[in-house]
């Protein structure tokens, strides 16, 4: 589902990001991708997500070179990812359900799409009662969830995290790893960029482990550090 | 493009323009600043031409003749004068003519018993006036031609002034709808500086580049259209003004009437969106690149 081939990515004026990087995750795999800090993850996942070009190299997506991709066609690819950041990024002045429909008006689904698919994915991260709140007004556990919700609402052929449990207590920590483990067995191929070592070593997934932007370890069942 | 997603878009639109509300009736000044100074060169050019055919009809030569020509050096002279480049007719004028028009224009009483003094002539139009002085020179080479008189000076004048006229109105016109556009811009800027989150978010969820613009386009628009708008009021409401005041004080000068302008009004607010377009248009771009 998702295949790199040689890729590297130097940023303008800074250091090489990414180096040679070959890779290939199968549709509804789990992927975390472990490092130190400025190891490239980051960059990795912007790189899937169209947001940074790679210097060298070519990016498929379900088939499709997104590194050829034209500019008007990214949106569309960007449909089939759904995206959850360390910060939320919610829109602090809509309630959890206009954030959640949202993402589905800003792709123009029809009207009745909207209402019957918000409450089903407040739900799948259970959170029906708090559909009327202000994300100000929620825990940061929560305001994760509504971001997780946001992300899967579109029905995404991936999802893609970059820190999600960041900002968060180990507990909350834990029940976002569950959510996510659970949107993963309705097939969503699942890669997550993350500190957490704990979560990554009883979670027991693929791990692929950067360093100074080589990969330098690829494991099946791995733990966060071998 | 559903309609409902542009009721939304709509929306925003209005939302933001009352959220900014100082700068937003900043930008429509200034839109209706520029079209004022626009319509009303406009105006002017325009009357300016109507103005000016009715004098451009009236610029003619007037050739003089010498006493010693005879009846067929006038007939061959008629025909040779017609055949210079850019005359449109030549017509004869004989002493007695001439006299009997000075009589009604001095007075008859006057001028009773005194002996004509005035030579035979031709009066000669051009094709386009403004080479009424080329053609005047030709004739003064003509032979048995006296002298050649024409409103000299003032037709260069005239069209000199027209010409500068033309061209300060539309450097000013560049200029403020220069200024429109900037200050339509920083408007639309505060808005989307207030909203980059959500732009932000909106491009992640896979918006197109179209879906984020359109609300700041409208914005945009809506100011230019209400800038336009007012414009086309105060130039409407002074033109008739003026209109008036001419036709009862300048009998000789007749100005066209407002209704020869009402396709303008329409030019006038697809400029004005224009404008309002083109600054939103400005001020997005930079954070559509994400
Ligand atoms: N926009 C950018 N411009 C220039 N250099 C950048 C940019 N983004 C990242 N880098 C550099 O690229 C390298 C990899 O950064 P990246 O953010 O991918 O690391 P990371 O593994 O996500 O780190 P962390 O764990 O701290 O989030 C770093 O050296 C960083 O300084
Ligand atoms: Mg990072």
Redesign the pocket.
């Known amino acids: 589902m998702i295949e790199m081939y040689g890729v590297s ?1 130097a ?8 180096k040679d990087i070959n890779l290939k995750i199968e549709k509804g795999e789990f992927v975390f991708i472990v ?12 790189l899937l997500f169209r947001e ?1 070009l790679p210097t060298k190299g070519q990016i498929f997506f379900c088939g499709k070179n997104i590194t050829r991709m034209k500019p008007r066609e990214i949106p569309y690819i960007r449909r089939r990812i759904g995206m959850v950041f360390q910060d939320f990024r919610l829109i602090p002045q809509k309630t959890v359900y206009e954030n959640i429909a949202f993402a589905l008006q800003v792709v123009e689904a029809p009207q009745r799409e909207i209402n019957r698919k918000v409450p089903q994915v407040l739900e799948m991260v259970g959170l029906p009662h708090k559909a009327k709140a202000m994300p100000g007004e929620l825990s940061g556990g929560e305001q994760q969830r509504v971001a997780l919700a946001r992300a899967i609402v579109n029905n995404p052929d991936a999802l893609v995290a ?2 999600p449990t960041g900002n968060l207590d180990p507990d909350t920590s834990w029940e976002i790893m569950k959510l996510l483990s659970d949107i993963n067995k309705r097939g969503t191929t699942i890669i997550v ?1 993350t ?1 957490a070592r704990e979560l990554v070593d009883s979670m027991k997934k693929r791990v692929i482990q ?1 360093d100074k ?1 080589y990969i330098v370890r690829d494991e099946a069942r791995g733990a966060y550090r071998k | 493009m559903r309609i409902r997603t542009f009721g939304n878009f709509f929306k925003e639109a209005f939302v933001s323009l009352f959220r900014n509300r100082w700068m937003s009736l900043a930008s429509i000044g200034a839109v209706a600043a520029s079209l004022i100074v626009l319509g009303s060169f406009l105006l002017l050019s325009v009357n300016f031409d109507h103005i000016l055919v009715d004098v451009e009809s009236q610029v003619e030569i007037t050739a003089y003749l010498e006493d010693t020509a005879d009846d067929l050096d006038i007939a061959r002279l008629k025909g040779e004068l017609s055949g210079i480049y850019g005359v449109k007719e030549v017509n004869f004028v004989s002493k007695e003519d001439a006299m009997e028009e000075f009589k009604e224009q001095v007075g008859k009483e006057l001028l009773e018993g005194l002996e004509n003094p005035l030579p035979n002539s031709f009066r000669i139009k051009a094709d386009n006036p403004q080479d009424v002085p080329e053609i005047a020179q030709k004739i003064e080479k003509v032979e048995k031609i006296d002298q050649v008189k024409y409103g000299k000076g003032i037709v260069e004048k005239l069209f000199n002034m027209i010409h500068w006229a033309r061209i300060i109105g539309l450097v000013i016109m560049v200029v403020f709808a220069a200024i429109s556009i900037f200050i339509i811009a920083n408007t639309i800027r505060l808005t989307v500086f207030a909203r980059r989150r959500e732009i932000n978010i909106m491009k992640y969820v896979g918006a197109t580049d179209w879906f984020v613009r359109w609300p700041f386009l409208i914005e945009g628009m809506i100011l230019g259209l209400i800038g336009s708008a007012i414009s086309i009021g105060i130039l409407g409401a002074g033109y008739n003004y003026i209109y008036d005041v001419v036709k009862l004080n300048v009998p000789m000068i007749s100005l066209l009437p407002l209704s020869n302008f009402y396709d303008y009004g329409l030019a006038f607010l697809a400029v004005g969106m224009l404008i309002g377009a083109l600054g939103s248009s400005f001020s997005i771009k930079r954070f559509l690149r994400v």
């Open positions: 990515k940023y303008n004026k800074g250091p090489v990001a990414l490092g130190p800090s400025g190891a490239g993850k980051s960059t990795m996942i912007k940074e970059d820190e960029a500190h950067l932007g």
